[in-house]
């Protein structure tokens, strides 16, 4: 076999590397989530441990299990959408964790709430326009 050119992708992908954190959801509902935010152009998924959340992992063990099974998904639905990336299904990690910022995360940050806040066209404008990446906190 000899490789003469590489083949652009038939639809490329954004520009914009987006990550989605997103707390755990009960049942098969985070599933859904992950087909469809690989569909929509996710570049990164983080399950986040919340406070409130409805869910509760074992063991480390549970965790693996799930994290392999949302990484499937997220392969099948890129397949199934045509994307030529799969997005990563990162590890699950504490909202403490994941709102501690090293100085290696992207500054873009968006946390989405139902009271208070800002809107979002007030907030693009505190947005680093030359950074290409965003990370949402959905839960």
Partial sequence: LQVIREVEAA???????LTLALALLKGEKFDLV?????ELGVTQIMPVITKHADIRL???SDTAKRVTRWQRIAMEAAKQSGRAVVPKVAGVITFAALIETPDDKP???????ERDGESLSQTKENIAVESKQLTALVG
């Fill in 107 to 113: 500054s873009n940050c968006l946390m989405f709430s």
């Fill in 58 to 60: 074992r063991d480390e």
């Fill in 34 to 38: 992950v087909q469809k935010a690989t």
């Fill in 11 to 17: 639809r490329p992908e954004s520009q914009i590397q």
